[in-house]
Nanobody, 117 residues
Framework: VQLVESGGGMVQPGGSLRLSCAAS????????MNWVRQAPGKGPEWVSA????????YYTDSVKGRFTISRDNAKNTLYLQMNSLKPEDTALYYC???????????WGQGTQVTVSS
């Protein structure tokens, strides 16, 4: 199993980024997937989840209306579109495979998102 995130960077408040997570080594379309972030000095925080078929999505309250999770099962890729970014969104963002709801068994290496003026 391999999960490789990309798309992070530094952006000003109010800006946008699109994260991608390329999955390989398993049947991507059979698994729910999550995005999780970890800010400096803090524990991991669940951000968003998407069911295997892509038709159901979930978000933590702090990102609702600003972030959109999606997936392309034909390309084995998970996405996170992040708009109206705030400094408090600064974190290392990971994609994680969810073999059951609310559990994660594989994580990527993470991609850094920094929101600063």
């Amino acid at each position: 199993v391999q999960l490789v995130e990309s798309g992070g960077g530094m952006v000003q408040p109010g800006g946008s980024l699109r994260l991608s997570c390329a999955a390989s080594g398993f049947t991507f379309s059979s698994y729910d997937m999550n995005w999780v972030r970890q800010a400096p000095g803090k524990g991991p925080e669940w951000v968003s989840a998407i069911k295997s078929g892509g038709f159901s999505t979930y978000y933590t309250d702090s990102v609702k209306g600003r972030f959109t999770i999606s997936r392309d099962n034909a390309k084995n890729t998970l996405y996170l579109q992040m708009n109206s970014l705030k400094p408090e969104d600064t974190a290392l963002y990971y994609c994680a495979r969810a073999p059951t709801w609310a559990t994660h068994d594989y994580w990527g290496q993470g991609t850094q998102v920094t929101v600063s003026s």
